[in-house]
T-cell receptor
Framework: RKEVEQDPGPFNVPEGATVAFNCTYS??????FFWYRQDCRKEPKLLMSVYSSGNEDGRFTAQLNRASQYISLLIRDSKLSDSATYLC???????????????FGTGTRLKVLA | ETGVTQTPRHLVMGMTNKKSLKCEQHLGHNAMYWYKQSAKKPLELMFV???????ENNSVPSRFSPECPNSSHLFLHLHTLQPEDSALYLC??????????????FGPGTRLLVL
């Protein structure tokens, strides 16, 4: 089983639609959670951190369910510019004490259509 | 955005060449990372440095040799690479706290082609 699993998509949605992505992680000791966005041939960029209480940033809402070990991202009123790959990221403690590592999912590709 | 810079942006090399990738972060972070991103695969962590000390080596072949002279600079020395090493190599940095680590920031990457 992969440490972080995402549906690769693509999700093709019309402008204005609401779309949701899920991500599951296997290690219950995972500590921090993030959604990153990666445009074609560009580096990943932080979209938002994910907290247990849920958090919202404009049209984007992220939720964390520790009991079920999944993270979600909801995008409302999709724009053409939202077309990208969305990466789910969890952090875990590293092998050495006091160290950490980031585990990336393969990403979910979103295409917003005019 | 110039928080994390990488050079060169593109590199073509033969299997017998030796080259180096450079990364510099201007964010005052204490941890730096090398990742490899191949087509249709998730980012693969290669190396992690914290305060110049290597804390993670993810079973990377010895033809990749990292160097971290200080907390702002990270190099990846390449020699006798294989065509399957062609990929996007991303550098990132973050700040490690006492109980958790903060967001990673990525450089633009070096797109490497090995012939």
């Amino acid at each position: 089983r992969k440490e972080v699993e995402q549906d690769p998509g693509p999700f093709n949605v019309p402008e204005g639609a609401t779309v949701a992505f899920n991500c599951t992680y296997s290690n219950s000791a995972s500590q921090s959670f993030f959604w990153y966005r990666q445009d074609c041939r560009k580096e990943p960029k932080l979209l938002m951190s994910v907290y247990s209480s849920g958090n919202e940033d404009g049209r984007f809402t992220a939720q964390l369910n520790r009991a079920s070990q999944y993270i979600s991202l909801l995008i409302r009123d999709s724009k053409l510019s939202d077309s990208a790959t969305y990466l789910c990221v969890v952090t875990q403690k590293g092998v050495l004490s006091g160290t950490y590592k980031y585990i990336f999912g393969t990403g979910t590709r979103l295409k917003v259509l005019a | 955005e110039t928080g994390v810079t990488q050079t060169p942006r593109h590199l073509v090399m033969g299997m017998t060449n030796k080259k180096s990738l450079k990364c510099e972060q201007h964010l005052g972070h204490n941890a730096m990372y090398w990742y490899k991103q191949s087509a249709k695969k998730p980012l693969e962590l290669m190396f992690v440095y914290n305060f110049k000390e290597q804390t993670e080596n993810n079973s990377v072949p010895s033809r990749f040799s990292p160097e971290c002279p200080n907390s702002s600079h990270l190099f990846l020395h390449l020699h006798t690479l294989q065509p399957e090493d062609s990929a996007l190599y991303l550098c990132a940095s973050s700040q490690w706290g006492t109980t958790k680590q903060e967001t990673q920031y990525f450089g633009p990457g070096t797109r490497l082609l090995v012939l």
